[in-house]
């Protein structure tokens, strides 16, 4: 009896490997997988440091606009001796993320993928390839935006006033501008995520289209602060036609549940009040 019972187990752990590892091997495989993220990301940081004289320049055609407009002088200021290798270190690290962005995701992805079912893991999967390019693309959309944004902001200099922008903190704006038009494009994907996992159904998204609508003005109109309205709705239409996409696809996944369930007979309406 005993050796059929350690056959079995034996069994057990072949079949569900990730269920008898230790936290000790819990620890080393992230330790490898977070050395893996970390070597992508050093090596698209160096591809970053050659990069760096023309993502600056790009990055500085908003303050160059602003000089050839003749209304004011602005310029970007390095402070202090080490000002410029600091700079050109961060940018080169900035740099680097977004370009191993799909190695270091994945990373995250392969550690959590083995204690999700087979369909969790099909999920996750086109999470990451919607995700990714959605990201890349509304990051790659605040380059637009971003000129707008510096003249709008640097417009309320006094008359005869001088815009000197320590180099650090215009770095700093830059990035922020940019995470924020790429985590914007993401948010669909995750409502959708939402939705498969049961937590969040298409009738409530259509219940609160007021409140989307509303979000998706006040975010276009903090990220864009231009005085013209086109500037806004440039961000204002990609996202919304997102969001329209993401329902949706909602709508189609809980006619497929529902009818799943109906078929079980456990079917339930998550909208409905309980009396």
């Not at 072949?14 to 970390?38: Q, S, T, Y």
């Not at 004289?53 to 202090?80: C, H, K, M, W, Y």
């Not at 989307?212 to 006040?218: A, K, N, Q, T």
Request: proline residues 6%; glycine residues 6%.
């Amino acid at each position: 009896m005993k050796e059929q019972n350690d056959r079995q187990s034996s069994s057990a752990r072949r079949k569900n490997p990730e269920r008898k590892m230790p936290v000790v091997g819990h620890l080393i495989e992230l330790r490898n997988r977070a050395l893996v993220a970390a070597i992508a990301i050093a090596l698209g940081a160096v591809a970053g440091w050659f990069l760096y004289d023309p993502v600056l320049d790009i990055l500085q055609e908003p303050i160059r606009s602003i000089r050839a407009s003749g209304d004011r002088t602005a310029e970007i200021n390095f402070a202090g001796v080490a000002s410029p290798f600091d700079l050109k270190i961060k940018l080169s690290f900035f740099i680097g993320i977004f370009l191993s962005c799909p190695i270091w995701l994945y990373e995250v992805w392969a550690f959590i993928v083995p204690g999700l079912t087979k369909k969790e893991k099909l999920y996750s999967v086109g999470f990451l390839g919607a995700a990714i390019p959605l990201f890349l693309a509304g990051s790659t959309m605040a380059f637009f935006a971003l000129p707008n944004a510096v003249k709008a902001l640097t417009s309320f200099t006094p008359a005869g006033g001088t815009n000197i922008i320590p180099a650090q903190d215009y770095l700093s704006f830059v990035m922020v501008i940019i995470v924020v038009f790429g985590l914007a494009f993401v948010l669909p994907v995750l409502m959708v995520g939402l939705n498969m996992m049961g937590i969040l159904s298409a009738v409530r998204i259509q219940k609160s289209w007021r409140i989307i609508v509303m979000l998706v003005f006040l975010f276009a109109a903090i990220a864009t602060p231009t005085p013209d309205a086109m500037s806004m709705f440039f961000l204002v239409i990609p996202m919304m036609t997102l969001f329209c996409l993401a329902w949706v696809i909602c709508v189609f996944n809980d006619r497929r549940r529902k009818k799943r369930l109906i078929a079980q007979g456990l079917w339930v309406d998550p909208d409905e009040p309980i009396d």
